[in-house]
């Protein structure tokens, strides 16, 4: 079950989209980790709210694998997907060439975005604990999904996109940094 609005709007989402597809219609599902990049609307303006509140918040130890997609690497996705008779009706994962873990991950976004270093925060089930409460209460904060998202390590599979869509990140998360 999806752990909270995001999760289940995007499941509706996908589901919507490959129903939709026909002979006369294709339809192609793509699924990138966490988003950044320059001119974000959504991760960033949040994450540098949270950073200049004294550093961004990591769930436990920032020890967990932190799947991340950046936007020129979406947008190359997207070309692909556009262009390949083999993506009809497919679902793909879109991620960034390197792994990451998340506290060196918020180390360096917050260093390219001029912010305190990333701070460690309280194990996962505390963290989501405490969300929990803030939620029941009307506390900002990171939500429980949020919790659950950073703090559970995430890999994904980029094998037929890269078949199918001929995907292959050109941008490193070092020139993404740098980019921002």
Known sequence: LPIDALARTKREAEESVLGAGTNA????????????????????????REGL????HTVGRGLSFFAT????????????????????????????????????????????????????GRSLVVERGLARLRSAFGRDGLTEGEVVRRGTSSAFDVKRARSDLGYDPPFSQEEGMEAL
């Open 25 to 48: 219609f294709h339809t192609v599902v793509l699924r990138p980790a966490f988003v950044w990049g320059p001119r974000d609307r959504t991760n960033l303006p949040r994450l540098c």
């Open 53 to 56: 509140g004294g550093g961004i």
């Open 69 to 120: 997609t950046y936007v020129g690497n979406l947008v190359r996705a997207v070309e692909g997907a556009l262009l390949a008779e083999a993506a009809r009706g497919g679902v793909y994962y879109v991620v960034d060439r390197e792994m990451s873990l998340q506290k060196p991950f918020f180390d360096r976004l917050s260093i390219a975005l001029g912010l305190p270093p990333a701070r460690m």
